[in-house]
């Protein structure tokens, strides 16, 4: 089981980014898929979870208003579409994987069985 972030980068504030996270030896469709991010310093903070299976959708209010969580089934690959970015999102953006998540725990990473590498994101004013 493997997770790939990627499509991180340098962006300007106001720009935006889309992560994509593509998953191997497991089908997206029977997990869910959070994001997190831990910038600098910070703990690890969970952003959205995604389980298309259902198609059910997750923000925190960080990101609530300015992300969209998709995913592919053709290419077994959810994205999260990052707009009006600001410095403060500054950060190594992860995606994870579990299998039976709680909605109450969608935040928390250890609900999550599998990581990806992590992909940085750099916003400058």
């Known amino acids: 089981v493997q997770l790939q972030a990627s499509g991180g980068g340098l962006v300007q504030a106001g720009g935006s980014l889309r992560l994509s996270c593509a998953a191997s030896g497991f089908t997206v469709a029977d997990y869910a898929i959070g994001w997190f991010r831990q910038g600098p310093g910070k703990e690890r903070e969970g952003l959205s979870c995604i389980s298309s299976s259902d198609g059910s959708t997750y923000y925190a209010d960080s990101v609530k208003g300015r992300s969209i969580v998709s995913a592919d089934s053709a290419k077994n690959t959810v994205y999260l579409e990052m707009n009006s970015l600001k410095p403060e999102d500054t950060a190594v953006y992860y995606c994870?994987?579990?299998?039976?998540?709680?909605?109450?725990?969608?935040?928390?990473?250890?609900?999550?069985?599998?990581w990806g590498q992590g992909t940085l994101v750099t916003v400058s004013s």
């Open positions: 994870a994987a579990s299998l039976r998540i709680i909605v109450s725990m969608i935040r928390t990473p250890s609900s999550y069985e599998y």
